[in-house]
């Protein structure tokens, strides 16, 4: 027998949808604007060489095993109102090891093929604090679409790196159930609860 | 292998297992007794319907083992490639009726074809739609239609056991010096072959796909040993169907969408052909154990190539993974 389970695999593709979601809010966040205020923001474009999508997942209920997923595109506009549409390709899965991302991209995890982006679209973004937001909209994972809240703080703002422009970041961390998305593969050895940490920099259009 | 995926893999078979156990005898009880009560007049033609008592008990006891390990999905229509595992054995059980309900050869090998054409079909289209060039489509179509309609045939024939075959079946060799296969050699063909199947998924990245397959071994592991107990157990048909028809949707996905290489799929789909073809012209002079005994390692030859390359592989892997 064999095999190369996915420890990762689940997780990252749990952690990828949240962190799309995550993501997309804390790219949205108010970008061109001070912190707290609401007036109409610029669109910030993901800069994928910047941003991270992490997850992670426990393995045999012992350790956190981190992954990372990175091919990451979408736009965002983090303020009262705003939007966030980021995607993710699942076939970008990256677990530190070449034979495990094979067997997280089979149909047992992200079934990549298949199922080739994860993506989440908002349909609110609210204020909760001063660099503070939650982003209410829609993930999708593995083809299953669920609403997700994702709480975002907004990092830091500033002047692009020409003095052209401007950029902005946000994370996000949150928790979905994988066996939500359909993937209930090796329950007895990853944990149904997988972590999705999104930091994402975007730059206006 | 990390201990929690076997026990992980292991825990789904007892389920369907247990189902077969039960229905198969029970509904091979309830033919034999409805062919008593019919009490039919006694006719110079050979008995050629193919009876749906088997095919109904190992479909049944697949859909048991799928909603107890929750492998796959049951959306209709189908909306991922897993969902496919309850259509296929759902279409085999239809098939198993309908051809239960035909009386002629053709027409029984016309249900087959357009069984696996349906589900080749059913597995293929999104791709086709989207993906995939027509050459593409067409080798892909044409590939899981053919080869399932050979291994059904080739399933069929191997578990036609004792029943003559030549009356029913106009294309098939003579044997009238073939001595009878024992009736459990049919369903070892399948088990053998679906259990290899099982560990060629699981090798080549696909655990999930390996878990139904294996299902499908244990489901006709336990018809191999009811009919070692029970000779006059009907084998031909339905069961057949649901292997062939689960065998395309499962060789696909580890083709398609897993690691499992396109020679590997293709010596597997295969390996039924060739032991009802070896069945047919080299062991047909055999009879009683030794028979089975050789149906079951001709069957184990081409999935042993698999192997052979895929485990060391696989192995190296977890190696490499830490495992």
Known sequence: ?205 | MEASVIIDQLKALPAPALAAAVLVPALDMIRRRSAISADRPASPRPDCRLHPGTGIAIAAAMLVGLWASKAGGWSIPPRQSTDWFAVAIEAGLVATVLIALVPGAKPQLAVRVLGCAAIATGVCWKLARSTWAVPESVAWLGGLTLGGALTWVAFDRLGRGEVAAPACDPASIDTSAARPAPAWSGPLVVAVWSMMLSQALSATDSLLLGKVAAMLAACFGVATAVAFFRPRLRFAGGPAGIAALLGIVVVFSGAYYSGLKLWMAVLLGAAPVVTALVDALVLRRVGGLWRGVLRGATSAVLPGIVLAVAIPAAIKASEDMGY
């Open chain 1, 1 to 205: 027998m064999t095999s190369r389970r996915g420890f990762g695999a689940i997780g990252v593709t749990v952690a990828v949808g949240l962190l799309a979601a995550g993501t997309a809010g804390f790219l949205g966040g108010a970008a061109g604007t001070a912190p707290g205020s609401t007036p109409m923001a610029d669109t910030f474009q993901v800069d994928a060489v910047h941003s991270s999508v992490l997850y992670r997942i426990k393995h045999l209920n012992t350790a956190w095993s981190y992954g990372r997923f990175n091919d990451v595109s979408g736009t965002f506009n983090i303020a009262e109102g705003g939007t966030i549409d980021v995607t993710v390709k699942t076939d970008s899965v990256d677990s530190g090891n070449e034979k495990r991302d094979g067997h997280l991209k089979s149909p047992d995890f992200f079934s990549a093929k298949e199922f080739p982006e994860m993506s989440f679209k908002s349909s609110s973004i609210t204020k909760t604090g001063d660099n503070t937001f939650e982003a209410t909209g829609t993930f999708t994972l593995k083809g299953v679409s669920k609403e997700l809240t994702v709480p975002i703080e907004k990092t830091g703002e500033g002047p692009g790196m020409r003095g052209q422009g401007k950029i902005q970041g946000f994370e996000a961390k949150f928790t979905i159930n994988r066996s939500e998305y359909g993937m209930n593969f090796m329950p007895q050895g990853l944990s149904e609860q997988v972590t999705v940490i999104v930091s994402l920099e975007g730059g206006s259009k």
